[in-house]
């Protein structure tokens, strides 16, 4: 509701904080005394520091947790950028500093706090309940024990309560609360009449001699940076799938016959039962009696098959399943003992058995349901079965040709063809790449990276690094082998350094072109719209100009999608000069607004306590970041110039 609020709060880096904290619980670096200084110090937090071992650890947590969240589309240079490393190792700073306070402190937790906070955690919990089952599920799926997992969640609590309080104890006074209402739900109605640019580009000419001028006053803003032209090779799922020998007809079939529950469902039966209980030490009149018991049973759900259920919850001592009439739910071909599996594959839906002894005493058993075996035969699977054996054999040729690859781009470094006519791998090329970035197809004359199919790969950072690198760039030697995730990777070598450079004025003619076209339409449809805006405001006041558009109701909270410049020019018309013409310059060309009433703010309750709570946690956040300076200050935190390296990159992982 409060997006506004949202929006205007700059609160990116608790967000990336949330992100990538939780990984670090699921490995146990959240505990007080796990951090250990590393070879090389990057920031110092009072008596310790955060390490070039911690900003590299926290790096690969975030990357694969990020990577496992996108399920595969995730693309690593969006973390590999000065921003995300600076707004990393800050995070850091501000934990090392939390974990120094909370152990000086000895801050800590009780067992009931703890037990309250897993149990509380939706992730572990079934049909709103807390689940032991899940639990282990959950801890098992991420290779953690209880009593690790315990432990690092009891350190969260525990640094919770550094500047959780700070958080907790903030309050916004009620009139702020009305006023910032008012300000978000006050309204304007208006209309617009929009001057789109390329409506104009059409009536613009661009000369020679005007791209000439413009050249020779700007060229120093077209300056390319260094630059390479690099070759490389390739390997991933497509390389290593190309040229697989033909599979045989045998060879399919055996995997279908050896993989058949994945194609075929195996008969099954929805099954109930009433159990007569009989323990292991009864004696033997014991066992006649409740013999007895159970054939009467049976003889009468046998006569009523339709009372099964009814008899279940009366009669049945199984306690699990008498609730529930008996059942058992469905129960597939060859999960259960063979001689129950035979009687209760032999009966046919609303059939009854006859008494059988079994596990924990005598059972009746009735089939609520039968559903025979199903599913796709070899024939109607073959397509699906050709393709995951496919899959497998390219796995295992990858595998098998990522391991030569690194081998050969070794054993041969002054040359990538050694490696590509080994494993059958085309050597490509391609331009324009850039120490920080990939160049566009408009700086570059051809064979653009950042126009090829593997424009995200060479974007790398990894690969960008590379390329620049000594080994490639000095030496003229292929680069290692980057494997840039689980099924890609690449090596490349340098073909050609190109300097820093202004282009040649028919290399940007094109470019200055389109600068010049969409500068010139702007200014164009600017002018008419100020022409349309001045003749709108001598005229009668009470009558709507044709071609303004319908009437929208706009407030800060619902913008209706405008700019913000039209929105804040809407909302400053004062109540009592409606209607109102404006004139509003936006980047795709010129606005006229009609401003023709408006609205005071209101504020219903409900919306009242929200925004109030919104405004609350917004304003708690702002003094949690304020005792934290405060703290930081105190610490001496102190920025090490081996952190400026990180933060460009430049320290290897």
Not at 3 to 16: G, K, P, V
Request: charged share 25%; glycine share 6%; aromatic share 6%.
């Amino acid at each position: 509701m409060f997006d506004f609020i949202r929006t205007h709060q700059r609160l990116m880096q608790l967000i990336l904080l949330v992100l990538i904290l939780p990984s670090f619980v699921l490995i146990g670096v959240s505990g007080y005394t796990n951090y250990v200084s590393g070879d090389q110090d990057l920031v110092k937090v009072g008596d310790s520091a955060v390490t070039l071992q911690d900003f590299d650890q926290a790096r690969r947590n975030q990357l694969q947790q990020l990577q496992q969240s996108s399920q595969g589309g995730f693309d690593p240079s969006v973390l590999d950028n000065r921003e995300a490393r600076s707004a990393l190792l800050e995070s850091l700073v501000d934990r090392r500093l939390l974990v120094n306070t909370a152990t000086k402190e000895r801050f800590s937790v009780s067992d009931a706090v703890l037990r309250q906070t897993i149990s509380s955690m939706p992730q572990l919990q079934e049909n709103g309940q807390f689940s032991p089952a899940r639990y282990n599920q959950v801890l098992a799926s991420v290779g953690l024990t209880t009593r690790d997992f315990e432990q690092g969640q009891r350190a969260e609590l525990a640094l919770d309560r550094v500047l959780g309080p700070v958080a907790l104890t903030s309050s916004i006074p009620p009139s702020v609360v009305g006023l910032v209402g008012k300000s978000l739900t006050e309204e304007r109605s208006l209309r617009l009449l929009a001057f789109p640019a390329e409506d104009y580009e059409k009536d613009v000419t661009v000369s020679e001699d005007d791209i000439k001028a413009w050249y020779e006053q700007n060229k120093q803003t077209l300056e390319l940076p260094e630059q390479v032209n690099a070759q490389y090779v390739l390997l991933n799922e497509a390389a290593a799938m190309a040229n697989l020998p033909a599979i045989s007809e045998e060879d399919l079939r055996r995997y279908y016959e050896q993989n058949k529950s994945r194609y075929v469902q195996a008969p099954r039966v929805d099954v109930s039962h009433i159990q007569i209980s009989v323990a292991a030490t009864a004696s033997d009149e014991e066992r006649k009696k409740a013999l007895a018991k159970a054939e009467e049973i049976a003889a009468k759900v046998k006569a009523e098959p339709a009372s099964f259920a009814e008899v279940a919850k009366a009669e049945s001592q199984d306690a699990g399943t008498a609730k529930d009439g008996g059942r058992l739910g469905w129960i597939t071909k060859g999960s259960w003992p063979a001689n129950l599996d035979q009687i209760i594959f032999s009966l046919g839906k609303g059939d009854v058995s006859g008494v059988v002894d079994g596990p924990g005493g005598f059972h009746i058993f009735h089939a609520n349901d039968v559903q025979a075996e199903q599913g796709e035969s070899f024939e109607q699977a073959r397509s699906k079965v050709e393709a995951e054996v496919r899959r497998q054999l390219g796995a295992d040729r990858y595998a098998d040709m990522a391991s030569k690859l690194t081998g050969l781009v070794y054993d041969n470094p002054a040359s990538l063809q050694p490696a590509a006519d080994a494993l059958g791998l085309k050597i490509k090329s391609a331009a324009g790449i850039a120490r920080d970035r990939l160049l566009s197809s408009d700086q570059v004359p051809a064979n653009a990276a950042s126009a090829g199919e593997d424009a995200a790969i060479l974007d790398d950072v990894r690969v960008r690094r590379a390329l620049f690198s000594t080994q490639t760039l000095a030496d003229k030697q292929n680069s290692g082998v980057i494997e840039i995730s689980p099924d890609t990777m690449i090596a490349l070598r340098v073909e050609k350094l190109i300097p820093a450079h202004v282009p040649e004025l028919a290399q940007v003619s094109d470019h200055i072109r389109k600068l010049l076209v969409q500068e010139r339409a702007l200014a164009a449809s600017r002018k008419a719209g100020e022409e349309a805006l001045a003749g709108f405001r001598k005229a009668a006041a009470d009558e709507v100009p044709e071609k303004f558009g319908s009437v929208l109701t706009i407030s800060r909270m619902n913008p209706q999608g405008l700019n913000k410049s039209i929105t804040d020019a809407a909302l400053a018309v004062e109540d009592d000069k409606f209607p109102q013409y404006l004139g509003i310059s936006v980047p795709q060309g010129y606005v006229v607004l009609r401003v023709e009433g408006g609205k005071a703010g209101d504020l219903d309750e409900p919306m009242r306590e929200t925004l109030s709570a919104q405004l609350a946690q917004a304003w708690g956040k702002a003094e949690e970041q304020a005792v934290l300076r405060e703290m930081k200050v105190q610490a001496k935190v102190t920025m090490l110039p081996e952190a400026e390296e990180a933060l460009s990159g430049e320290k290897a992982e």
